[in-house]
């Protein structure tokens, strides 16, 4: 069954540091892949997602993220974190053959500090 | 526009009682989804409608789980005898199909604590 692995469970940073999130995917034919973002008493909202194309996504806030195939990878950066950054982040994909549900990752919560 | 909404946002349940949770997704949007957030869980999907056709109810934890979509609009999440691993934010997403990969919008949720 496709699944999505995020290896970082929380990761703490000062603001101005570079941000990189881990996501891995297993094989399942056609690749869809997002990142979710949920601050701290909001739903959750769409940062960006990939279905074909060009490799590198930019997302909203400066965030992009980077498929790579060869690695079965969907990783999150952003250059340059801000304490808004401060949430939980989702990594997630459509099961094979099917577009009626997402297979979320574990979650990773971000603090950033002032 | 509106977005998800979800109603209420936090129910306290007596274990056994059952609960009703509301669902009012995006204006147009065929498609809705019912997912699970809980600690050691993470988000678990739990039932998909789609239209007119059946819903995929693969993700339901057991049969005290039922929902229902009426008009292809508010959609209703029962809850029956409630346990106290049910305790969630249980969210509502809807999304517009149009053959492909769409992206869901996600309400903001209701937080269910079964005492």
């Known amino acids: 069954a496709q699944s999505v692995s995020q290896h970082n469970h929380h990761v703490i940073l000062s603001e101005a540091a570079s941000l990189e999130l881990g996501c891995n995917y297993s094989?399942?034919?056609?690749?869809?892949l997002f990142w979710y973002v949920q601050y701290p008493g909001q739903h959750l909202q769409l940062l960006l997602k990939y279905f074909s194309g060009d490799p590198l996504v930019k997302g909203i806030k400066g965030f992009e993220a980077e498929f790579i195939k060869s690695k079965f990878s969907f990783n999150l950066r952003k250059p340059s974190v801000q304490w808004s950054d401060t949430a939980e982040y989702f990594c997630?994909?459509?099961?094979?053959?099917?577009?009626?549900?997402?297979?979320f990752g574990a979650g990773t919560r971000l603090a950033v500090h002032p | 526009g509106a977005g998800v909404s979800q109603s209420p946002s936090n129910k306290v349940t007596e274990k056994g009682k059952d609960v009703e949770l509301r669902c009012d997704p995006i204006s147009g949007h065929t498609a809705l989804y019912w997912y699970r957030q809980s600690l050691g869980q993470g988000l678990e999907f739990l039932i998909y409608?789609?239209?007119?056709?059946?819903?995929?109810k693969s993700g339901l934890p057991s049969d005290r789980f039922s929902a229902e979509r009426t008009g292809g609009s508010v959609s209703t999440l029962t809850i029956q005898r409630t346990q106290q691993e049910d305790s969630a934010v249980y969210l509502c997403?809807?999304?517009?199909?149009?053959?492909?990969?769409?992206?869901?919008?996600f309400g903001p949720g209701t937080r269910l604590t079964v005492t």
């Open positions: 094989y399942g034919g056609t690749v869809n």
């Open positions: 409608f789609q239209g007119n056709s059946a819903p995929d």
């Open positions: 997630a994909t459509f099961p094979s053959g099917g577009y009626n549900k997402l297979i």
């Open positions: 997403a809807s999304s517009f199909i149009s053959g492909g990969a769409e992206e869901q919008y």
